[in-house]
Protein backbone atom coordinates (compact mmCIF):
# COMPACT_ATOMS: atom_id res chain seq x y z
CA UNK A 1 0.00 0.00 0.00
CA UNK A 2 0.86 3.62 -0.77
CA UNK A 3 0.82 6.00 1.90
CA UNK A 4 0.76 9.95 2.23
CA UNK A 5 2.16 11.53 5.11
CA UNK A 6 0.80 14.44 6.61
CA UNK A 7 2.24 16.98 8.85
CA UNK A 8 1.21 20.38 10.86
CA UNK A 9 4.12 22.37 12.76
CA UNK A 10 3.18 23.89 15.91
CA UNK A 11 6.52 26.47 16.53
CA UNK A 12 6.85 28.06 20.59
CA UNK A 13 8.64 31.38 19.47
CA UNK A 14 10.13 33.08 22.30
CA UNK A 15 9.70 37.12 21.98
CA UNK A 16 12.28 39.44 21.97
CA UNK A 17 10.44 41.53 24.85
CA UNK A 18 12.20 43.84 27.47
CA UNK A 19 10.42 41.89 30.27
CA UNK A 20 7.98 38.91 30.89
CA UNK A 21 4.29 39.07 29.24
CA UNK A 22 1.71 39.83 32.08
CA UNK A 23 4.89 41.14 34.56
CA UNK A 24 8.30 43.44 34.81
CA UNK A 25 10.57 40.59 35.38
CA UNK A 26 13.44 40.34 33.08
CA UNK A 27 13.48 37.63 30.34
CA UNK A 28 17.89 37.46 29.89
CA UNK A 29 19.12 33.46 29.06
CA UNK A 30 20.94 32.22 31.94
CA UNK A 31 20.12 33.61 34.98
CA UNK A 32 20.61 31.60 38.91
CA UNK A 33 17.69 29.34 39.05
CA UNK A 34 14.38 31.31 40.47
CA UNK A 35 16.09 34.89 40.25
CA UNK A 36 13.96 36.33 37.78
CA UNK A 37 10.21 35.36 38.79
CA UNK A 38 8.61 37.45 40.47
CA UNK A 39 5.21 37.67 42.74
CA UNK A 40 2.79 37.73 39.47
CA UNK A 41 5.57 34.59 38.06
CA UNK A 42 4.84 32.68 40.98
CA UNK A 43 1.04 33.35 40.76
CA UNK A 44 1.20 34.53 44.46
CA UNK A 45 -2.12 35.53 46.26
CA UNK A 46 -3.14 39.10 45.55
CA UNK A 47 -1.22 39.45 42.21
CA UNK A 48 -2.66 40.39 38.77
CA UNK A 49 -1.30 40.17 35.32
CA UNK A 50 -0.37 43.29 32.95
CA UNK A 51 -0.14 42.92 29.54
CA UNK A 52 2.95 43.91 27.82
CA UNK A 53 2.62 45.92 25.02
CA UNK A 54 5.97 45.05 23.01
CA UNK A 55 4.85 41.53 23.34
CA UNK A 56 1.37 42.71 20.89
CA UNK A 57 3.68 44.36 18.93
CA UNK A 58 6.07 41.72 17.62
CA UNK A 59 2.56 39.36 16.92
CA UNK A 60 1.18 41.99 15.09
CA UNK A 61 4.70 42.20 13.21
CA UNK A 62 4.56 38.40 12.73
CA UNK A 63 0.85 38.95 11.51
CA UNK A 64 1.40 41.40 9.11
CA UNK A 65 4.90 39.91 7.39
CA UNK A 66 2.45 36.41 6.75
CA UNK A 67 -0.67 38.49 5.37
CA UNK A 68 -2.97 37.48 8.20
CA UNK A 69 -5.94 39.33 9.69
CA UNK A 70 -4.87 41.14 13.08
CA UNK A 71 -8.08 40.56 15.52
CA UNK A 72 -9.13 43.97 16.32
CA UNK A 73 -10.28 42.11 19.36
CA UNK A 74 -9.09 38.91 20.57
CA UNK A 75 -9.33 37.07 24.30
CA UNK A 76 -6.97 35.46 26.64
CA UNK A 77 -7.76 32.39 27.86
CA UNK A 78 -7.00 29.82 31.09
CA UNK A 79 -5.85 26.35 29.95
CA UNK A 80 -5.85 24.18 33.17
CA UNK A 81 -2.78 21.53 33.51
CA UNK A 82 -1.05 21.02 36.20
CA UNK A 83 2.67 20.06 35.43
CA UNK A 84 5.29 20.86 38.65
CA UNK A 85 7.11 24.12 36.40
CA UNK A 86 3.42 25.50 36.05
CA UNK A 87 3.21 27.72 39.53
CA UNK A 88 -0.49 28.81 38.70
CA UNK A 89 -1.62 25.51 37.56
CA UNK A 90 -2.85 27.04 34.54
CA UNK A 91 -1.23 28.95 31.81
CA UNK A 92 -2.53 32.23 30.11
CA UNK A 93 -3.15 31.47 26.54
CA UNK A 94 -5.84 32.13 23.82
CA UNK A 95 -8.13 29.97 22.38
CA UNK A 96 -11.00 31.75 21.05
CA UNK A 97 -10.11 35.03 18.81
CA UNK A 98 -6.44 34.51 18.76
CA UNK A 99 -4.55 37.96 18.21
CA UNK A 100 -3.22 36.41 14.27
CA UNK A 101 -5.74 34.76 12.58
CA UNK A 102 -4.85 32.71 8.95
CA UNK A 103 -1.79 34.07 6.52
CA UNK A 104 0.60 31.66 4.87
CA UNK A 105 4.29 30.99 4.27
CA UNK A 106 6.19 30.35 0.73
CA UNK A 107 9.12 28.84 1.19
CA UNK A 108 11.64 27.12 -1.54
CA UNK A 109 13.66 23.88 -1.21
CA UNK A 110 15.34 20.99 -3.85
CA UNK A 111 13.93 18.56 -4.27
CA UNK A 112 14.70 15.77 -6.57
CA UNK A 113 16.87 17.81 -8.08
CA UNK A 114 14.97 20.82 -8.69
CA UNK A 115 14.10 23.68 -6.91
CA UNK A 116 10.35 24.03 -5.96
CA UNK A 117 8.30 26.44 -3.85
CA UNK A 118 5.97 25.50 -1.42
CA UNK A 119 2.84 27.91 0.30
CA UNK A 120 1.83 26.87 3.59
CA UNK A 121 -1.43 28.11 5.45
CA UNK A 122 -1.70 29.17 8.51
CA UNK A 123 -4.15 28.44 11.23
CA UNK A 124 -3.13 31.13 14.05
CA UNK A 125 -0.81 32.56 15.97
CA UNK A 126 -1.34 33.40 19.64
CA UNK A 127 -0.01 34.36 22.45
CA UNK A 128 0.85 33.06 25.61
CA UNK A 129 3.19 32.71 28.65
CA UNK A 130 5.69 30.12 28.93
CA UNK A 131 6.07 27.50 31.91
CA UNK A 132 9.11 26.78 34.03
CA UNK A 133 11.53 24.20 33.53
CA UNK A 134 11.95 20.58 35.44
CA UNK A 135 15.80 20.10 36.44
CA UNK A 136 16.76 16.29 36.90
CA UNK A 137 20.65 16.38 36.79
CA UNK A 138 22.76 17.41 39.77
CA UNK A 139 20.29 16.79 42.18
CA UNK A 140 20.71 13.82 44.46
CA UNK A 141 17.79 11.91 42.20
CA UNK A 142 15.29 14.64 42.68
CA UNK A 143 14.20 17.16 40.56
CA UNK A 144 14.91 21.24 41.07
CA UNK A 145 12.39 23.66 39.49
CA UNK A 146 13.77 26.84 37.61
CA UNK A 147 10.85 29.51 37.33
CA UNK A 148 12.73 31.86 35.50
CA UNK A 149 11.36 31.06 32.43
CA UNK A 150 7.81 30.87 33.54
CA UNK A 151 5.81 34.29 32.11
CA UNK A 152 8.16 34.25 29.04
CA UNK A 153 6.08 35.67 26.11
CA UNK A 154 5.81 33.35 23.16
CA UNK A 155 3.95 33.87 20.06
CA UNK A 156 2.87 29.99 18.97
CA UNK A 157 2.65 29.96 15.45
CA UNK A 158 0.01 27.27 13.89
CA UNK A 159 0.25 25.56 10.46
CA UNK A 160 -2.54 23.80 8.78
CA UNK A 161 -1.92 20.15 7.86
CA UNK A 162 -0.70 20.59 4.45
CA UNK A 163 2.90 19.16 4.61
CA UNK A 164 3.76 16.17 3.11
CA UNK A 165 7.33 14.76 4.23
CA UNK A 166 10.11 15.33 6.19
CA UNK A 167 11.95 17.81 3.71
CA UNK A 168 9.05 19.95 3.43
CA UNK A 169 8.76 20.68 7.25
CA UNK A 170 12.54 21.04 7.73
CA UNK A 171 12.44 23.61 4.99
CA UNK A 172 9.12 24.93 6.74
CA UNK A 173 10.56 25.82 9.97
CA UNK A 174 13.74 27.01 8.46
CA UNK A 175 11.68 29.88 6.84
CA UNK A 176 9.57 30.90 9.53
CA UNK A 177 12.65 30.81 11.94
CA UNK A 178 14.45 33.10 9.41
CA UNK A 179 11.30 35.22 9.05
CA UNK A 180 11.11 35.77 12.90
CA UNK A 181 14.56 36.44 13.04
CA UNK A 182 14.18 39.30 9.87
CA UNK A 183 11.51 40.50 11.60
CA UNK A 184 13.39 41.41 15.18
CA UNK A 185 10.67 39.48 16.90
CA UNK A 186 12.28 36.48 18.39
CA UNK A 187 16.58 35.87 18.50
CA UNK A 188 15.96 32.24 17.14
CA UNK A 189 18.61 30.67 19.20
CA UNK A 190 17.45 27.45 19.31
CA UNK A 191 20.09 25.75 21.67
CA UNK A 192 18.65 28.41 24.67
CA UNK A 193 15.23 27.30 23.44
CA UNK A 194 13.73 30.67 21.63
CA UNK A 195 12.68 28.35 19.02
CA UNK A 196 10.53 25.33 19.61
CA UNK A 197 8.73 22.57 17.54
CA UNK A 198 6.05 20.87 18.13
CA UNK A 199 5.45 18.49 14.74
CA UNK A 200 1.86 16.42 14.81
CA UNK A 201 2.84 13.52 12.38
CA UNK A 202 -0.21 11.07 10.86
CA UNK A 203 -0.24 9.08 7.88
CA UNK A 204 -3.20 7.79 5.44
CA UNK A 205 -3.63 5.79 2.08
CA UNK A 206 -3.19 7.63 -1.03
CA UNK A 207 -6.11 9.41 -2.26
CA UNK A 208 -7.73 9.34 0.82
CA UNK A 209 -9.17 12.35 2.54
CA UNK A 210 -9.64 11.24 5.89
CA UNK A 211 -6.77 12.32 8.25
CA UNK A 212 -5.15 9.27 10.18
CA UNK A 213 -4.99 9.41 13.70
CA UNK A 214 -1.98 12.45 14.44
CA UNK A 215 1.01 11.65 17.37
CA UNK A 216 2.28 14.97 18.82
CA UNK A 217 6.20 14.98 19.09
CA UNK A 218 7.25 17.46 21.42
CA UNK A 219 10.22 19.92 21.47
CA UNK A 220 12.26 19.41 18.74
CA UNK A 221 15.19 22.36 18.92
CA UNK A 222 17.05 21.73 15.74
CA UNK A 223 16.27 20.80 11.87
CA UNK A 224 18.16 17.49 12.33
CA UNK A 225 15.85 16.72 14.63
CA UNK A 226 12.68 17.46 13.16
CA UNK A 227 13.36 15.55 9.92
CA UNK A 228 15.08 12.67 11.77
CA UNK A 229 11.65 12.69 14.14
CA UNK A 230 9.40 12.81 11.36
CA UNK A 231 10.94 10.13 9.87
CA UNK A 232 10.87 8.04 12.81
CA UNK A 233 7.00 8.85 13.56
CA UNK A 234 6.01 7.73 9.96
CA UNK A 235 7.80 4.41 9.71
CA UNK A 236 6.52 3.42 13.45
CA UNK A 237 2.82 4.50 12.22
CA UNK A 238 2.78 2.84 8.96
CA UNK A 239 4.91 -0.16 10.58
CA UNK A 240 2.09 -0.45 13.44
CA UNK A 241 -0.82 -0.43 11.01
CA UNK A 242 0.49 -2.65 8.28
CA UNK A 243 0.82 -5.07 11.66
CA UNK A 244 -3.10 -4.74 12.08
CA UNK A 245 -2.80 -1.98 14.75
CA UNK A 246 -4.19 1.15 15.06
CA UNK A 247 -2.23 4.24 16.12
CA UNK A 248 -3.23 5.92 19.33
CA UNK A 249 -3.50 9.50 19.27
CA UNK A 250 -1.22 10.91 22.07
CA UNK A 251 2.49 13.26 22.65
CA UNK A 252 5.39 11.65 22.22
CA UNK A 253 9.16 12.99 22.83
CA UNK A 254 11.85 12.21 20.73
CA UNK A 255 15.60 10.40 21.35
CA UNK A 256 18.26 10.98 19.06
CA UNK A 257 20.48 8.56 20.49
CA UNK A 258 18.10 5.68 20.45
CA UNK A 259 16.47 7.28 16.94
CA UNK A 260 12.71 6.47 18.71
CA UNK A 261 10.02 8.21 19.40
CA UNK A 262 8.45 7.14 22.84
CA UNK A 263 5.16 8.21 24.23
CA UNK A 264 4.87 11.11 27.03
CA UNK A 265 1.09 10.93 27.21
CA UNK A 266 -2.23 10.80 25.65
CA UNK A 267 -3.17 13.66 24.05
CA UNK A 268 -5.21 15.89 24.73
CA UNK A 269 -8.34 17.95 23.57
CA UNK A 270 -9.36 21.61 23.84
CA UNK A 271 -12.17 19.82 26.32
CA UNK A 272 -9.37 18.39 28.23
CA UNK A 273 -7.82 21.86 29.44
CA UNK A 274 -11.01 23.63 30.36
CA UNK A 275 -10.54 27.10 28.92
CA UNK A 276 -12.05 29.30 30.42
CA UNK A 277 -11.78 33.44 29.68
CA UNK A 278 -9.22 34.74 32.00
CA UNK A 279 -11.06 36.82 34.66
CA UNK A 280 -7.94 38.99 35.29
CA UNK A 281 -7.47 40.01 31.76
CA UNK A 282 -9.59 42.73 29.71
CA UNK A 283 -9.87 41.57 25.87
CA UNK A 284 -6.88 42.78 24.12
CA UNK A 285 -8.11 45.83 21.74
CA UNK A 286 -5.79 46.43 19.04
CA UNK A 287 -6.83 49.31 16.46
CA UNK A 288 -6.27 50.45 13.12
CA UNK A 289 -4.04 53.15 13.69
CA UNK A 290 -1.52 50.81 16.21
CA UNK A 291 -1.44 48.34 13.15
CA UNK A 292 -0.72 50.88 11.00
CA UNK A 293 2.36 52.21 13.37
CA UNK A 294 3.64 48.73 13.42
CA UNK A 295 3.72 48.59 9.75
CA UNK A 296 5.48 51.55 9.10
CA UNK A 297 8.32 50.05 11.90
CA UNK A 298 8.58 47.07 9.33
CA UNK A 299 11.95 45.91 7.37
CA UNK A 300 11.92 45.08 3.99
CA UNK A 301 9.93 41.59 3.90
CA UNK A 302 11.98 38.62 2.37
CA UNK A 303 9.51 37.86 -0.45
CA UNK A 304 10.10 41.51 -1.51
CA UNK A 305 13.28 41.43 -1.00
CA UNK A 306 13.54 37.97 -3.25
CA UNK A 307 11.40 39.93 -5.68
CA UNK A 308 13.80 42.86 -6.17
CA UNK A 309 16.87 40.90 -6.13
CA UNK A 310 15.36 38.49 -9.30
CA UNK A 311 14.38 42.58 -10.94
CA UNK A 312 17.72 44.53 -9.61
CA UNK A 313 20.49 42.17 -10.06
CA UNK A 314 19.10 39.77 -12.56
CA UNK A 315 19.70 36.41 -10.10
CA UNK A 316 17.59 33.59 -10.61
CA UNK A 317 14.93 32.63 -7.92
CA UNK A 318 16.78 30.12 -6.55
CA UNK A 319 19.69 32.52 -5.43
CA UNK A 320 17.51 35.35 -4.75
CA UNK A 321 15.64 32.82 -1.91
CA UNK A 322 19.27 31.18 -0.45
CA UNK A 323 20.48 35.17 -0.73
CA UNK A 324 17.31 36.27 1.59
CA UNK A 325 17.01 33.24 4.15
CA UNK A 326 18.30 35.63 6.35
CA UNK A 327 18.70 39.23 6.88
CA UNK A 328 22.61 38.71 7.85
CA UNK A 329 23.08 37.23 4.67
CA UNK A 330 21.16 39.49 2.33
CA UNK A 331 22.69 42.47 3.82
CA UNK A 332 26.39 41.04 3.41
CA UNK A 333 24.97 40.32 -0.02
CA UNK A 334 24.14 44.18 -0.90
CA UNK A 335 27.33 45.52 1.04
CA UNK A 336 29.39 43.49 -1.60
CA UNK A 337 27.07 44.53 -4.92
CA UNK A 338 27.49 47.77 -3.66
CA UNK A 339 31.43 47.81 -3.69
CA UNK A 340 31.70 45.65 -6.67
CA UNK A 341 29.14 46.83 -8.78
CA UNK A 342 25.84 44.81 -10.02
CA UNK A 343 27.71 43.39 -13.16
CA UNK A 344 29.38 41.15 -10.83
CA UNK A 345 25.89 40.61 -8.81
CA UNK A 346 26.13 37.07 -10.08
CA UNK A 347 29.96 36.38 -9.02
CA UNK A 348 28.84 37.82 -5.71
CA UNK A 349 26.14 35.34 -5.02
CA UNK A 350 28.23 32.36 -6.29
CA UNK A 351 30.83 32.54 -3.87
CA UNK A 352 28.05 33.61 -1.19
CA UNK A 353 25.94 30.25 -1.84
CA UNK A 354 29.60 28.43 -2.37
CA UNK A 355 32.89 29.07 -0.87
CA UNK A 356 31.57 31.50 1.74
CA UNK A 357 28.91 29.62 3.18
CA UNK A 358 30.52 26.40 3.33
CA UNK A 359 33.75 27.75 4.91
CA UNK A 360 30.74 29.42 7.70
CA UNK A 361 29.27 26.04 7.81
CA UNK A 362 32.80 24.41 8.39
CA UNK A 363 34.02 26.80 11.56
CA UNK A 364 30.53 27.30 12.68
CA UNK A 365 31.06 31.06 11.96
CA UNK A 366 27.52 33.30 11.33
CA UNK A 367 28.13 35.53 7.80
CA UNK A 368 27.24 38.47 10.42
CA UNK A 369 30.58 37.45 11.91
CA UNK A 370 32.46 36.57 8.99
CA UNK A 371 36.55 37.27 8.69
CA UNK A 372 36.35 38.51 5.29
CA UNK A 373 34.65 41.90 5.09
CA UNK A 374 31.67 42.51 1.88
CA UNK A 375 34.33 45.17 0.58
CA UNK A 376 37.29 42.39 0.69
CA UNK A 377 35.17 40.22 -0.66
CA UNK A 378 34.18 42.76 -3.42
CA UNK A 379 38.19 43.61 -4.24
CA UNK A 380 38.62 40.01 -4.81
CA UNK A 381 35.31 39.90 -7.37
CA UNK A 382 36.98 43.18 -8.94
CA UNK A 383 40.43 40.92 -9.59
CA UNK A 384 38.75 38.08 -10.87
CA UNK A 385 36.41 40.02 -13.38
CA UNK A 386 39.64 42.23 -14.72
CA UNK A 387 41.67 39.02 -15.13
CA UNK A 388 44.39 40.02 -12.66
CA UNK A 389 43.38 36.56 -10.76
CA UNK A 390 41.43 32.96 -11.73
CA UNK A 391 38.93 32.08 -9.97
CA UNK A 392 41.13 28.87 -8.80
CA UNK A 393 43.59 31.66 -7.55
CA UNK A 394 40.72 33.31 -6.06
CA UNK A 395 39.92 30.64 -3.62
CA UNK A 396 43.79 30.82 -2.13
CA UNK A 397 42.77 34.97 -1.79
CA UNK A 398 39.96 34.09 0.00
CA UNK A 399 41.26 31.81 2.32
CA UNK A 400 44.14 34.60 3.09
CA UNK A 401 41.55 36.69 4.14
CA UNK A 402 39.79 34.65 5.77
CA UNK A 403 43.09 33.81 8.06
CA UNK A 404 44.10 37.02 8.07
CA UNK A 405 40.49 38.32 9.63
CA UNK A 406 41.85 42.16 8.85
CA UNK A 407 39.42 44.60 7.44
CA UNK A 408 42.23 46.05 5.19
CA UNK A 409 40.90 46.57 2.07
CA UNK A 410 44.17 46.74 0.12
CA UNK A 411 45.22 43.06 1.87
CA UNK A 412 43.17 41.65 -1.58
CA UNK A 413 46.55 42.72 -3.78
CA UNK A 414 48.53 42.10 -0.76
CA UNK A 415 47.66 38.40 -1.18
CA UNK A 416 48.03 38.49 -4.61
CA UNK A 417 51.59 40.24 -4.87
CA UNK A 418 52.94 38.33 -1.89
CA UNK A 419 51.84 34.55 -3.09
CA UNK A 420 52.39 35.35 -7.10
CA UNK A 421 48.85 34.74 -8.00
CA UNK A 422 48.44 36.92 -11.14
CA UNK A 423 47.51 35.63 -14.44
CA UNK A 424 49.56 35.89 -16.65
CA UNK A 425 47.66 38.32 -19.68
CA UNK A 426 51.17 39.61 -21.71
CA UNK A 427 49.93 38.77 -24.85
CA UNK A 428 53.80 38.35 -25.68
CA UNK A 429 54.51 35.45 -22.98
CA UNK A 430 51.34 33.80 -23.79
CA UNK A 431 52.04 33.59 -27.66
CA UNK A 432 55.31 32.11 -26.91
CA UNK A 433 53.92 29.78 -24.73
CA UNK A 434 51.49 28.82 -27.10
CA UNK A 435 53.79 28.14 -30.15
CA UNK A 436 55.41 25.93 -27.54
CA UNK A 437 52.58 24.02 -27.01
CA UNK A 438 51.65 23.96 -30.79
CA UNK A 439 55.19 22.69 -31.50
CA UNK A 440 55.30 19.73 -28.98
CA UNK A 441 51.84 18.71 -29.57
CA UNK A 442 51.76 17.83 -33.26
CA UNK A 443 48.66 15.62 -33.16
CA UNK A 444 46.60 17.24 -30.97
CA UNK A 445 46.82 20.21 -33.87
CA UNK A 446 46.24 17.95 -36.43
CA UNK A 447 43.14 16.46 -34.88
CA UNK A 448 41.33 19.40 -34.54
CA UNK A 449 42.31 21.24 -37.88
CA UNK A 450 40.63 18.22 -39.24
CA UNK A 451 37.70 19.00 -37.34
CA UNK A 452 37.79 17.47 -34.00
CA UNK A 453 37.07 20.43 -31.92
CA UNK A 454 37.78 18.89 -28.48
CA UNK A 455 40.93 18.49 -29.68
CA UNK A 456 41.65 22.03 -27.99
CA UNK A 457 41.36 21.54 -25.06
CA UNK A 458 44.50 18.63 -24.41
CA UNK A 459 46.10 21.84 -25.95
CA UNK A 460 44.61 24.06 -23.74
CA UNK A 461 45.81 21.87 -20.84
CA UNK A 462 49.23 21.79 -21.68
CA UNK A 463 48.96 25.33 -22.42
CA UNK A 464 48.29 25.84 -18.90
CA UNK A 465 50.36 23.90 -17.21
CA UNK A 466 53.52 25.26 -19.80
CA UNK A 467 52.34 28.39 -17.50
CA UNK A 468 51.92 27.01 -13.97
CA UNK A 469 48.50 27.80 -14.21
CA UNK A 470 49.06 31.32 -14.08
CA UNK A 471 47.74 31.77 -17.65
CA UNK A 472 44.63 33.81 -18.47
CA UNK A 473 42.59 31.14 -19.97
CA UNK A 474 40.32 33.25 -22.08
CA UNK A 475 42.76 34.86 -23.49
CA UNK A 476 45.10 31.58 -24.14
CA UNK A 477 41.85 30.05 -25.88
CA UNK A 478 41.75 33.35 -27.70
CA UNK A 479 45.26 33.30 -28.80
CA UNK A 480 44.98 29.22 -29.12
CA UNK A 481 42.62 29.33 -32.04
CA UNK A 482 43.96 32.35 -33.82
CA UNK A 483 47.03 30.45 -33.92
CA UNK A 484 45.11 27.07 -35.13
CA UNK A 485 43.48 28.82 -37.93
CA UNK A 486 46.25 30.57 -39.29
Not at 55 to 71: M, P, Q, S, T
Not at 139 to 159: F, K, Q
Not at 215 to 235: G, P, Q, W, Y
Not at 455 to 476: C, D, E, R, T
Request: aromatic share 6%; glycine share 8%; proline share 5%.
Amino acid sequence: MEWEVVIGLENHVQLTTDSKIFSGSPTAFGAAPNTQASPVDLALPGVLPVMNKQAVDRAIRFGLAVGAKIAPQSIFARKNYFYPDLPKGYQISQMDDPVVQGGSLTFGYEKDGKFVTKTVNLTRAHLEEDAGKSLHEDYHGMSGIDLNRAGTPLLEIVSEPEIRSAQEAVAYAKALHGLVMWLGVCDGNMQEGSFRCDVNVSVRPKGQTEFGTRCEIKNLNSFRFIEEAVNVEVRRQIELIEDGGKVQQATRLYDPDKKETRSMRSKEDAQDYRYFPDPDLPPLAISEEWIAQVKASMPELPAVMRERFVNEYKLPEYDSLVLTSSKAMATYFEAVVAKAGQENAKAAANWLMGDVSSTLNRNDVDIADAPVTPAQLAGMLKRIADGTISNKAAKEVFQGLWEANSEDEGLVDAIIKDKDLGQVSDSGALAAIVDEVLANNAKSVEQYRAGKEAAINALIGQAMKASKGKANPAQLTELLKAKLAG
